[in-house]
């Protein structure tokens, strides 16, 4: 059981370390214990947002060049805006590859979307049916769909924000109920249904058309209308291409409580892109345990293999953060549950947040994470591992959430550590073949 390189987690850095690997002819393995943070995400790339100052940023490359003169240790200064705007590049053109376009702003700023809250968030990457707010919004109203019988999208609190925001509060509103033939079949309840049972249904050809239908008598082609996030299932972008098709309508999907299909949608999409390069994913397991000698990681022991070591000349570890395990807190503090890697936290737990939930500065707890060199190679006791790489959201000195930069920093730090081991092994190469 031996690889070039094994990468231990399967959220978008996880896939991307593991992605680059494979198309440059490196023998990968994924582990991933369960469902990633995707399903629960956006399903936008968030690239920077917002400096640790808290002033915001309109375009996020040149917002990495001041942040890494603010926050040194930050992920982004370790790997630069350079190698940032080449990762999102990379992860944009694999992803339209294979058949999920990202669209961002033709200047590189970020653009606003409107959240399931009415709020507006700012982000850099958003699929194809996501209305990108700048600074006018010019549609005659705004028709907001309610799905009778789904208890995850409250359309009267998203219009009730929105009339809050100045660039909307003019423009009319309204709130269309649309009824899904084949709802009552499937529930037990009025509330019940969730986004993924919706998509299902839609499939048959009597709820498609009755849903199709609804909507061309409701709204025109001066309105934007913002609908949940419901069509997925493998081939959500599909769907809504038909369903844009087939009603003319300008459309602004918006995520739903998990699952998310538009998470989701992105997690299919690096899946299989991921196996069809030829990807080992061994999905379902846990790494307990490793072998570590002379400043390498030389093998990991999982849950399922038990005493059946995998060898790798690299590894990449991407396991998240508390949501995913990745980083485990407790009353003594805050530890890297798999191999006990050096981590950066404060221990007087009173010091681990600030006094109100929604402050303006970040909540110090976030920043928590694992330390690294500026290669991304963490330390354990002190000592740096060489072989071993460390990506996403376990990483220290960063907030993604106050900063907005939860993507970006997954996809940029995969591409920083992977760029390392491709060069090692092209060089290998090189040698070899002049010893030949």
Same mark, same amino acid.
């Not at 031996?2 to 231990?8: A, G, M, Q």
């Not at 998240?320 to 890697?341: C, D, K, T």
């Not at 994470?369 to 000592?383: C, D, F, I, N, W």
């Given at each position: ?34 469902? +990633? ?32 003169? /603010? ?13 940032? &705007? ?22 590189? +700023? ?58 909307? +509060? ?29 998509? &299902? ?7 498609? /058309? ?58 299919? +999409? ?52 508390? !949501? ?14 798999? !191999? ?83 060069? /090692? ?12």
């Amino acid at each position: 059981m031996k690889y070039d390189v094994i990468i231990i987690g399967a959220g978008i850095a996880g896939y991307s370390a593991g992605i680059r690997c494979l198309q440059a002819g490196l023998k990968t393995a994924l582990i991933s214990q369960g469902q +990633s943070a995707l399903h629960f995400s956006s399903g936008s790339i968030d690239v920077l947002a917002k400096l640790p100052s808290g002033q915001l940023v309109d375009y996020p490359f040149q917002g990495i060049t001041q942040l890494s003169e /603010q926050e040194p240790n930050h992920p982004y200064s370790k790997v630069g805006a350079s190698t940032c &705007r080449q990762a999102l590049s990379w992860f944009q053109a694999t992803l339209q590859q294979h058949g999920l376009p990202l669209k961002q702003q033709m200047d590189d +700023s970020n653009h606003w979307r409107i959240t399931p809250l009415g709020t507006l968030k700012a982000t850099w990457l958003s699929q194809p049916y996501v209305y990108q707010h700048k600074k006018l919004c010019d549609f005659k109203r705004l028709v907001l769909v309610s799905i009778e019988g789904y208890r995850d999208f409250q359309p009267p609190m998203l219009q009730d924000n929105l009339r809050y925001l100045p660039e909307f +509060s003019t423009i009319p509103s309204t709130i269309v109920s649309i009824s899904i033939p084949g709802f009552t079949e499937l529930r037990h309840n009025p509330h019940e249904l969730r986004s993924i049972d919706i998509a &299902r249904l839609l499939k048959t050809p009597t709820a498609w /058309q009755a849903f199709c239908d609804q909507l061309t008598q409701a709204a025109s082609g001066d309105d934007l209308v913002i609908l949940p996030a419901i069509m997925g299932n493998g081939d959500g972008l599909q769907l809504l291409n038909k369903l844009h098709s087939t009603t003319g309508l300008t459309l602004h999907e918006v995520p739903t409580m998990p699952p998310s299909l538009m998470g989701i949608r992105i997690e299919e +999409s690096l899946n299989r892109t991921f196996l069809s390069l030829g990807g080992v994913h061994l999905k379902g397991d846990k790494v307990c345990k490793g072998e570590f000698s002379h400043q390498r990681l030389n093998a990991i022991y999982t849950k399922n293999l038990t005493d059946m070591p995998l060898y790798a000349d690299h590894f990449v570890m991407a396991t998240g953060s508390y !949501f995913s395990q990745g980083l485990a807190a407790n009353h003594q503090g805050i530890r890297e549950p798999v !191999f006990e890697l050096d981590m950066s936290c404060i221990q007087d737990r009173k010091q681990w947040r600030n006094h109100d939930f929604f402050a303006q500065h970040p909540h110090p707890f976030m920043g928590f994470g694992v330390t690294t060199t500026a290669s991304l190679h963490p330390s354990r006791q002190a000592e740096v591992i060489n072989n071993l790489y460390c990506c996403g959201s376990m990483l220290a000195g960063y907030d993604p959430v106050f900063e907005g930069c939860g993507g970006g920093v997954a996809i940029a730090t995969a591409y920083h550590a992977t760029s390392q081991i491709i060069t /090692q092994y092209q060089a290998q190469a090189s040698t070899q073949e002049a010893l030949v």
